[in-house]
């Protein structure tokens, strides 16, 4: 079992910045494909980034250029640096472990965090 826990979400001003962690639990940090995904209300979960072990990254259009995603391996940490926040951002951000292509089938989710972009 793996057990992903997100932070730092928060409220913050249009324009503003947040940066998310997302720390696992467990012994498939290291090979397994990370995202962020994200719901707002009434809407469905969308991928926001993704990470795979090797450090190669693909992002949703509406966030290119403003978030960052990276993982620190030996931490077991990945994050989600997000910058020129806009009030579309605003949803619940869950943190996703999925596996890589070559071995079983698994995936996990953390129980997200609220992100809030207000003036």
């Known amino acids: 079992q793996v057990q992903l826990v997100e932070s730092g979400g928060g409220l913050v001003q249009p324009g503003g910045s947040l940066r998310l962690s997302c720390a696992a639990a467990g012994r498939i940090f290291s090979i397994a494909v990370m995202g962020w995904y994200r719901q707002a209300p009434g809407k469905q979960r969308e991928l926001v980034a993704r990470?795979?072990?090797?450090?190669?990254?693909n992002y949703a259009d509406s966030v290119k250029g403003r978030f960052t995603i990276s993982r620190d391996n030996a931490l077991n940490t990945m994050y989600l640096q997000m910058n020129s926040l806009k009030p579309e951002d605003t949803a619940v951000y869950y943190c996703?472990?999925?596996?890589?292509?070559?071995?079983?089938?698994?995936?996990?989710w953390g129980q997200g965090t609220q992100v809030i972009v207000s003036s």
């Open positions: 996703n472990a999925d596996s890589p292509s070559w071995g079983p089938s698994w995936e996990y």
């Open positions: 990470i795979t072990s090797g450090g190669s990254t």
